[in-house]
């Protein structure tokens, strides 16, 4: 049998490394799936030779991969193939877009990213305006929140929509739109693979290592998950970033707990992710404890009570198995918090500590909510971009809450007290961007909430993979540890602070603090390659060995 030849180690120089070792290194070496070295220019000079490959990074910075800590890949996928409709300013513009679509022949017209509470009319299409865009076809555009939607009239009626809870000429919530959403989820295994294959190559393309998958059987079948884990792997042909597999199916017993961890392969992280206790903000879905400024009497929906999600705690706090939950409003976060200190009771509070609970969101939470949840150990995968998006003066929160929006996305005052924050896009949601997600927390729209770069940047890469239970290793760049990073082109590196105040950049040896891009620059940093665990995942064309 021929040997399998060994891979040349590569060593990167001429850049930037951002590294704890070193922060100031300007080459690594990379030996194999792990990081051999990283260090000067002048020492990198003695490393070159013809058993090594050298690779010129021409002034580069190299930092740890990104981790998405919350994403939905079939989801994102689709939206790679439908009609972008974030940048729509108007109800008008978005009727044009789905013109155009129907001009093109299409019979279905799927699109996603609307969102109207940037547009004068304030208000959603109607299922006869879609109709009349649509020249007929099945039109279902999605929100850009994901909770809620609009459909034709052709497409609600063949789904028999009149009547359901949650239908509204067009508009469609809750039952109703989870009708629709799997109406036009009926996929075969190899159109789901295509999608997801798609979404993996695009997150490679954007410096992401690893995306933590959020399934659930509400939002697509097992089969989702199953397609899903059969592509990544270092022993698949198509190197893919790793996939972090929740799955959030309700559970009431410890049997249920082992069964379904048993599943996919042994792979779940836990039984955690979008198993929703509460809706969303834009939808006016999440469970606030006042009612929505823009909607007297209403004040959300609770999909899921205090006995279901105590239950569900008590049995995977037994098994010593993470469980979580999607929580945005804070009456929501109440009913979670008050199931947690039931298990503890049930447990002890040890017990829960040990199982590492996790919520998704938890957009709105008051002081006592933020310290409960630190008492308790359960981490947060927050998204700032949502802050970005919707967290401006006269924007969707302010529109939704008044002056409850400033209690929004409290990332500051979690890692204040010691919670474990760990950022991704929600992806369709927000785009795959996590230098996006690193500008957002410093430039959040509520200023004791701001968060230094590095402290983002954290959040965004080896919080990811703590937050999942996996080695401590993961995330950073130093000797013996993973080679796992990406590369990036820049403008300008520096030292970022959360306030203007304060002195922005320093170049003294003495702070020894690593460097970031500059985020304020004409140019985003752009990906040149990302490699996981030594396997290039992506490169751009021209970037390559010398």
């Not at 208000?123 to 609009?150: C, F, M, N, Q, W």
């Amino acid at each position: 049998m021929p040997l399998v030849e060994r891979p040349k180690p590569i060593l990167y120089r001429n850049g930037s490394v951002y590294s704890p070792s070193d922060p100031f290194a300007t080459a690594m070496l990379v030996d194999g799936g792990t990081v051999a070295w990283v260090g000067s220019e002048h020492a990198a000079a003695n490393l070159v030779g013809p058993d090594v490959v050298t690779v010129d990074l021409d002034g580069a910075l190299i930092t740890p991969g990104f981790v998405d800590a919350h994403m939905h890949t079939t989801e994102t996928g689709i939206a790679l193939g439908s009609i972008d409709l974030t940048a729509c300013r108007s109800l008008q513009e978005l009727l044009t877009a789905v013109s155009g679509a129907a001009a093109s022949g299409a019979s279905t017209i799927l699109g996603y990213g609307w969102d109207e509470s940037r547009w004068p009319e304030k208000r959603v299409p109607t299922a006869a305006e879609l109709d009349r865009a649509g020249g007929g076809a099945l039109v279902y555009l999605v929100r850009a929140d994901i909770h809620s939607g609009v459909v034709s009239g052709t497409l609600a009626a063949g789904l028999g929509l009149a009547g359901t809870d949650g239908w509204d000429d067009g508009f469609v919530v809750r039952a109703a739109h989870e009708a629709v959403r799997k109406a036009t989820r009926l996929l075969s295994p190899d159109q789901r693979r295509t999608y997801q294959q798609a979404a993996l190559l695009h997150a490679a393309s954007r410096g992401y290592v690893a995306l933590t998958e959020m399934a659930a059987p509400h939002i697509a079948p097992r089969e989702d998950l199953e397609v899903l884990l059969s592509l990544d792997g270092p022993h698949r042909d198509l190197p893919l970033p790793e996939v972090i597999p929740y799955w959030a199916q309700l559970t009431s017993t410890a049997a249920e707990v082992r069964e379904l961890m048993q599943g996919f392969d042994g792979r779940l992280a836990g039984l955690a992710g979008d198993l929703n206790v509460d809706g969303s903000i834009g939808s006016r879905t999440a469970a606030l404890r006042e009612d929505y400024s823009d909607d007297a009497g209403n004040r959300g929906t609770l999909y899921l009570g205090e006995e279901d999600v105590a239950a569900h705690l008590l049995a995977a706090t037994t098994e010593t198995v993470q469980a979580g939950f999607h929580v945005i409003g804070d009456a929501g976060l109440d009913v979670v918090l008050r199931a947690l200190e039931r298990t503890a009771q049930a447990t002890g509070v040890e017990a829960v500590r040990r199982a590492r609970h996790r919520l998704e969101h938890v957009e709105l939470a008051d002081d006592d909510a933020i310290a409960a949840l630190v008492h308790f150990g359960v981490a947060v995968s927050g998204q700032p971009v949502f802050d970005a998006l919707w967290g401006t003066a006269h924007g969707l929160y302010d529109q939704r809450l008044g002056v409850r929006r400033s209690g929004m996305n409290r990332f500051a005052s979690l890692l204040a007290r010691g919670g474990l924050v760990a950022l991704g896009s929600d992806s369709p949601v927000t785009p795959l961007d996590p230098w996006a997600s690193v500008r957002a927390c410093l430039h959040h729209n509520t200023a004791a909430e701001r968060i230094s770069g590095r402290a983002a940047f954290i959040a965004h890469t080896r919080a990811g993979w703590r937050l999942s239970g996996r080695s401590p290793m993961l995330g950073q760049l130093a000797p013996g540890t993973p080679a796992s990073f990406a590369v990036w082109k820049v403008d300008e590196l520096m030292v970022q602070a959360p306030d203007t105040r304060v002195q922005s950049w320093s170049t003294d040896p003495r702070a020894g603090t690593p460097l970031l891009p500059a985020l304020d620059t004409e140019n985003a940093p752009l990906c040149l390659e990302t490699v996981h665990e030594g396997r290039r995942l992506y490169h751009l064309d021209g970037f390559s060995a010398a």
